[in-house]
């Protein structure tokens, strides 16, 4: 079971989540829990570390970041412990998790978890501070963003659990996001693919690390709400590999990401090699390209070369490419922050034919002008304005039939 900040934000809610727990040990399930640090908190703790030197050592950060989820982690040990549950926390290296030496941003490499299973025959459950592990040279490690996501599966595989309970403040995945479109439904079920192609393309239920680790060791996921009573609301959705009476769907889920820039080469030379000398030097800076589109001129001398990358990446790779011009030869470079990546997604596209076509189609009649598309088996990507993001969701949401109930 894992358990995200808003969650944990007070001691009132991790009474709460005490509760979810008692639920399942009643049930008879062996079980170990990681939790966040409290909401707010872990962002008050890197500032603390900014304002104490800009500049600061990694692994004193590490030291100082992961002490969030120690009290978190502590606090529903003792609170357990008050509704005569037997709990006993773990910190990260107690277990241990140990990870590569990427201080802040670090990856698992091997997790013992023998001392908790030894645990669990005495009826106890495992309280774990999510985020952290151990580096090679026996110091607190981070593992970045959606680091007590990556924990929980990661710890679920170590343990070969029966499944990964992320508990959040949704009660699952739903079709598209339900503030843009009030008929979008909650997923009984969907594939690990299509719930990696949603966190990576916008989705903000799990974060992509832990989903590719559940699929990789075929971790069955289910997300539902810290905050619902299981006797009154419906479980949440159930994250599995491939089932084949999703068949039936063809799209599963309509996804967004305004974390988009487009850049745009006009007039380059186009010669073997162009495509290298233009993504080239974005990589070695470590910029992310997304969307590419190339189109040749009429008598091949010249070529246009549009791409995509992370908004917060949109003013390096502008400098990177300028500083570039000459090796590349570019007339002109043009760039444009104000769009949104609009996703279709669904295993079902695999065995359908026209779920394109149709997407096509449903933009061009409302005048929404494509600017970039992607492919790939389960996915059709497109980059529009971003002031027809609303319309451009609600419009294929209801194309693909996203709005009936499910029968």
Same mark, same amino acid.
């Given at each position: 079971?894992?358990f995200?900040?808003?969650?944990?934000?007070?001691?009132?809610r991790?009474?709460?989540?005490?509760?979810?727990?008692?639920?399942?040990?009643?049930?008879? !399930?062996?079980?170990?829990?990681? $939790?966040?640090?409290? =909401?707010?908190e872990?962002?008050?703790?890197?500032?603390?570390?900014r304002?104490?030197a800009?500049?600061?050592?990694?692994?004193e950060y590490d030291?100082v970041?992961?002490?969030?989820?120690?009290?978190?982690?502590?606090?529903?040990?003792?609170?357990?412990?008050?509704?005569g549950?037997?709990?006993?926390?773990?910190?990260?290296?107690?277990?241990?998790?140990?990870?590569?030496?990427?201080?802040?941003a670090?990856?698992?490499?091997?997790?013992?978890?023998?001392?908790?299973? &030894?645990r669990f025959?005495?009826g106890?459950?495992?309280?774990?501070?999510?985020f952290?592990?151990l580096?090679?040279?026996?110091?607190?490690s981070?593992l970045?963003?959606?680091?007590?996501?990556?924990t929980?599966?990661?710890l679920?595989?170590?343990l070969?659990?029966?499944r990964?309970?992320?508990y959040?403040?949704?009660?699952?995945?739903y079709?598209?996001d339900?503030?843009?479109?009030?008929?979008?439904?909650?997923?009984?079920? @969907?594939s690990h693919?299509?719930?990696?192609?949603?966190?990576?393309?916008g =989705?903000?239920?799990?974060?992509?690390?832990? $989903?590719?680790?559940?699929?990789?060791?075929e971790?069955?996921?289910?997300v539902?709400?810290s905050?619902?009573?299981p006797?009154v609301t419906?479980?949440?959705?159930?994250?599995?590999?491939? !089932?084949i009476d999703?068949?039936?769907?063809?799209?599963?889920?309509?996804?967004?990401?305004r974390? &988009?820039?487009?850049?745009?080469l006009?007039d380059?030379?186009?010669?073997?090699?162009?495509a290298?000398?233009?993504?080239?030097?974005?990589?070695?800076?470590n @910029?992310?390209?997304?969307?590419?589109?190339?189109n040749?001129?009429?008598?091949?001398?010249?070529t246009?070369?549009?791409?995509?990358?992370?908004?917060s990446?949109?003013?390096?790779a502008?400098?990177?490419?300028?500083e570039?011009?000459?090796?590349?030869?570019?007339?002109?470079?043009l760039?444009?922050?104000?769009?949104?990546k609009v996703?279709? @997604?669904?295993?079902?596209?695999?065995?359908?034919?026209g779920?394109?076509a149709?997407?096509?189609?449903?933009l061009?009649?409302r005048?929404?002008?494509i600017?970039?598309?992607?492919?790939? &088996?389960?996915?059709?990507?497109?980059?529009?304005?971003?002031?027809?993001?609303?319309?451009?969701?609600?419009?294929?949401?209801?194309?693909?039939?996203l709005?009936?109930?499910a029968h």
């Amino acid at each position: 079971m894992k358990f995200g900040g808003t969650s944990v934000a007070d001691v009132d809610r991790i009474r709460n989540v005490a509760a979810h727990v008692a639920r399942e040990v009643k049930a008879g !399930n062996e079980v170990a829990v990681v $939790v966040s640090a409290m =909401a707010g908190e872990t962002n008050r703790l890197v500032a603390l570390c900014r304002e104490a030197a800009p500049l600061h050592d990694a692994r004193e950060y590490d030291a100082v970041v992961s002490s969030g989820e120690n009290v978190t982690s502590g606090l529903l040990a003792i609170v357990l412990q008050t509704m005569g549950i037997e709990a006993r926390s773990w910190q990260g290296w107690q277990i241990p998790m140990r990870t590569n030496e990427a201080h802040g941003a670090a990856r698992i490499a091997d997790i013992d978890g023998s001392q908790i299973i &030894e645990r669990f025959g005495r009826g106890q459950v495992a309280v774990i501070a999510g985020f952290q592990g151990l580096s090679p040279l026996n110091r607190i490690s981070t593992l970045g963003r959606g680091g007590s996501d990556t924990t929980a599966v990661a710890l679920a595989a170590a343990l070969k659990a029966d499944r990964c309970d992320i508990y959040t403040d949704v009660d699952g995945v739903y079709t598209t996001d339900p503030r843009i479109v009030k008929s979008a439904r909650r997923l009984p079920q @969907i594939s690990h693919e299509e719930m990696l192609e949603m966190a990576s393309l916008g =989705a903000k239920v799990l974060h992509v690390r832990s $989903v590719e680790l559940a699929m990789l060791y075929e971790v069955p996921l289910m997300v539902c709400s810290s905050f619902a009573d299981p006797a009154v609301t419906p479980p949440g959705t159930l994250i599995t590999g491939e !089932n084949i009476d999703m068949e039936a769907e063809t799209v599963t889920s309509i996804a967004y990401s305004r974390d &988009e820039a487009q850049v745009t080469l006009r007039d380059v030379p186009d010669a073997p090699g162009v495509a290298h000398r233009v993504f080239g030097p974005l990589a070695d800076a470590n @910029i992310n390209v997304d969307m590419i589109v190339q189109n040749i001129s009429d008598d091949g001398s010249t070529t246009d070369i549009t791409f995509t990358v992370p908004q917060s990446e949109f003013d390096r790779a502008m400098a990177t490419l300028e500083e570039q011009r000459e090796t590349i030869r570019f007339a002109k470079l043009l760039g444009d922050t104000d769009v949104v990546k609009v996703s279709v @997604i669904g295993v079902g596209m695999r065995s359908h034919a026209g779920v394109a076509a149709t997407a096509f189609k449903a933009l061009g009649e409302r005048s929404i002008n494509i600017r970039a598309i992607t492919t790939s &088996e389960i996915k059709i990507s497109v980059l529009i304005d971003s002031a027809y993001t609303e319309l451009a969701v609600r419009t294929l949401h209801s194309v693909y039939g996203l709005d009936k109930v499910a029968h």
